[in-house]
């Protein structure tokens, strides 16, 4: 019954700043990692950034140096900090947490996307 709700997208210009967020709401007992995905139209889902529960971080070659991933335990959630957006950048964007839950145990959970476009 756990779901994610992402929130933070929108349309911005190329050069500016977003923040997006994904919370998990259920009977959550530890996230042990997290993960930020995009899928631009007509393109094949890609992992943005990943943030495990010790901290180990991994970026996509593409953000690298642009994009941040951070995690807020006591609420659950998960950001992603982005700047310096690019036109390329223009994706919807799927948050992904991997968590400890009541009934279920360990489980992958998706959130339903938000949408980020970065214009010229």
Request: aromatic residues 8%.
């Amino acid at each position: 019954q756990v779901q994610l709700v992402e929130s933070g997208g929108g349309l911005v210009q190329a050069g500016g700043s977003l923040r997006l967020s994904c919370a998990a709401s259920g009977r959550v007992l530890s996230v042990n990692a997290m993960g930020w995905y995009r899928q631009a139209p007509g393109k094949q889902r890609e992992l943005v950034a990943a943030l495990n529960s010790g901290g180990r971080i991994n970026y996509a070659e593409s953000v690298k140096g642009r994009f941040t991933i951070s995690r807020d335990n006591a609420k659950n959630t998960v950001y992603l900090q982005m700047n310096s957006l690019k036109p390329e950048d223009t994706a919807v964007y799927y948050c992904n947490l991997d968590l400890y839950a009541v009934p279920t145990g360990y489980v992958g959970v998706w959130g339903q996307g938000t949408l980020v476009t970065v214009s010229s």
